[in-house]
């Protein structure tokens, strides 16, 4: 079964820039499109990103012109830049396939923007 292996949060200030990694065990990466979601306290996951299987990216309009992603597809690995952050930004991020998340999730990692 492939996994989702999160990595890359931890507790930043406002303004300042983290880089997430996603792996996958999987040889099966490079044909989805994959994307990032996160969750905040109390809220529903949302898309923050979303990248095809040759590139093309899309973002939601909260991240944009913030957030990076890309991918690896020789390493497996998706990544996520997140620049100029802010505490709006605090949640645990996840990623999966999209739009029909059809992998396992992974634990996630938390991103904590904060004073």
């Known amino acids: 079964q492939v996994q989702l292996v999160e990595s890359g949060g931890g507790l930043v200030q406002p303004g300042g820039s983290l880089r997430l990694s996603c792996a996958t065990s999987g040889t099966i990466f490079s044909i989805y499109t994959m994307a990032w979601y996160r969750r905040a306290p109390g809220k529903q996951r949302e898309l923050v990103a979303r990248i095809t299987s040759g590139g093309s990216t899309n973002y939601a309009d909260c991240v944009k012109g913030r957030f990076t992603i890309s991918r690896d597809n020789g390493k497996n690995t998706m990544y996520l830049q997140m620049n100029s952050l802010k505490p709006e930004d605090t949640a645990v991020y996840s990623c999966?396939?999209?739009?029909?998340?059809?992998?396992?999730w992974g634990q996630g990692t938390q991103v904590t923007v904060s004073s």
């Open positions: 999966n396939t999209y739009p029909d998340n059809r992998l396992a």
